[in-house]
Nanobody, 121 residues
Framework: QVRLVESGGGLVQAGGSLRLSCAASGSIFSINVMGWYRQAPGKQRELVAHITSGGSTNYVDSVKGRFTISRDNAKNTVYLQMNSLKPEDTAVYYC???????????????WGQGTQVTVSS
């Protein structure tokens, strides 16, 4: 069984920083893309950033220059360093990973439980 466990959320003042972590564990053979999504109350979930197994990254325009996604393949862990936080960054942040399990022939999507990020003005 595969699970993703997130940590690092919290309450921070505008202009501050947080670092989110997400560790995947279980019968993992390979992980392709890993990413971070967020969902604010009453709004659609949106992709914040993703990173390929080779290290290529993409970001939503609103976080470019402020957030950095990275991963440690040996630890099956993805990170999101968030700097210069704004109140509009307030949301539940979810980790996502495309994972191939031992014994299977296709990748599947897995999600973390979500972690709350609140930015006060």
């Amino acid at each position: 069984q595969v699970r993703l466990v997130e940590s690092g959320g919290g309450l921070v003042q505008a202009g501050g920083s947080l670092r989110l972590s997400c560790a995947a564990s279980g019968s993992i053979f390979s992980i392709n893309v890993m990413g971070w999504y967020r969902q604010a109350p009453g709004k659609q979930r949106e992709l914040v950033a993703h990173i390929t197994s080779g290290g290529s990254t993409n970001y939503v325009d609103s976080v470019k220059g402020r957030f950095t996604i990275s991963r440690d393949n040996a630890k099956n862990t993805v990170y999101l360093q968030m700097n210069s936080l704004k109140p509009e960054d307030t949301a539940v942040y979810y980790c996502n990973a495309d994972i191939l399990r031992f014994g299977l022939s296709a990748y599947n999507d897995y999600w973390g439980q979500g972690t709350q990020v609140t930015v006060s003005s």
